[in-house]
């Protein structure tokens, strides 16, 4: 694997992160600084419950992983399923989402998990998790749409937008990993590569990689139980995450609206961040967060996504480095770190 290679792009990537947010956090103050006025009002005790609910967003996050590997690594821990989840967090920031996959296929392959089995099956929770989102969505609709559609008609487009492009997304995906014509289709590229030398042993790799992904796939997508219990996993995961929203409004001590409000207005906006385009997940959220909730946040609407992000991006993310730093010779990175 090339990530374990590349200490140096893997710091550049975090340089990067550290401008943009400082990029982000100037724009800020320069627009209004009684923000930072707001925020150095909030208690730490507030600040530590929103830190639990990033993590705990997170916990279950490993919990859907082990869920998927424990039958196919033996002793396979949540401490294990944790280290997975946290060098997503980590290389979805430093390597612009590029590198989360690869980094995470390699840690299970020194558990014991074939590359291909590894890729496919950490390609399907992603496919998890996007489908729960919709299917979280689609039910806020059912339950929320006539108050919905009513109070914020300004999101009409994008929702619409927002649920075609996941769908395509979630149906491209599932195709990639399943369709036989896909497969063959590789495999006539694979074929086409020279034979001499190093590429027989590398098409051969590639080859079986391919067929441990489709094998993993089919066998996960038609467990009608394990379908069900992921899925369950992930609307517990992402109830979390929309109540975080709802936290920072009353540690602000605004309550535009109840509970189950919130978190539909919070799944509308996941839906949305989604499908837009980000630099190290920066950018989306941010566009989201101020189309859903500026209407009934007004002024507080910054305050209120400060926080936001601070539960579920920022600490998560430095939490990720230190938990990648303590495990990063398990992942074969080297001592340069």
Same mark, same amino acid.
């Given at each position: ?13 975090? $340089? ?10 100037? *724009? ?50 949540? @401490? ?12 979805? +920031? ?61 999101? =009409? ?29 590789? *495999? ?13 042993? =590398? ?6 990689? $391919? ?18 219990? @992921? ?60 189309? +859903? ?16 992000? @601070? ?6 993310? *430095? ?19």
């Amino acid at each position: 694997m090339e990530a374990q290679k590349r200490p140096h792009s893997l710091l550049k990537g975090t $340089l990067l992160f550290v401008i943009l947010s400082a990029l982000v956090l100037f *724009f800020i103050y320069r627009i209004d600084r009684t923000i930072f006025d707001t925020l150095k009002t909030t208690a730490p005790a507030s600040l530590l419950v929103l830190f639990l609910f990033g993590f705990a967003y997170y916990f279950f996050e490993g919990t859907v992983c082990r869920s998927i590997f424990r039958d196919r690594i033996p002793g396979f821990s949540v @401490l294990n399923a944790l280290d997975i989840t946290y060098i997503g967090v980590f290389g979805n +920031v430093v390597t612009l989402a590029a590198g989360s996959i690869p980094m995470q296929s390699y840690y299970l392959y020194r558990e014991g998990l074939p590359v291909g089995s590894g890729v496919g099956l950490m390609t399907l929770e992603y496919i998890f998790h996007k489908a729960s989102a919709l299917l979280y969505a689609v039910l806020t609709l059912c339950i929320q749409g006539d108050w919905i559609c009513s109070e914020f008609p300004q999101l =009409r487009t994008y929702l619409w937008i927002s649920f075609l492009l996941c769908g395509i997304i979630i149906g491209s995906l599932v195709l990639l990993c399943t369709w036989e014509k896909i497969r063959e289709f590789a *495999f006539r590229l694979i074929r086409k590569l020279p034979e001499k030398g190093k590429w027989s042993t =590398r098409k051969t790799v590639w080859q079986d990689n $391919l067929n441990r992904l489709f094998t993993e796939s089919r066998q996960l997508l038609q467990n009608k139980k394990s379908i069900c219990k @992921l899925l369950l996993l992930n609307f517990l995961k992402l109830t979390v995450l929309y109540t975080v929203p709802f936290v920072c409004m009353k540690i602000l001590g605004v309550q535009p609206y109840g509970l189950s409000r919130i978190q539909a207005l919070a799944s509308l906006m996941f839906l949305i961040s989604n499908t837009l385009p980000n630099i190290a997940g920066i950018g989306s959220v941010e566009f989201a967060f101020f189309l +859903v909730f500026s209407r009934c946040l007004g002024p507080l609407t910054m305050p209120a996504l400060i926080l936001y992000r @601070l539960s579920t991006y920022y600490f998560p993310f *430095f939490l990720s480095i230190f938990w990648f730093l303590s495990i990063h010779r398990k992942l074969g990175i080297g001592s340069q770190w």
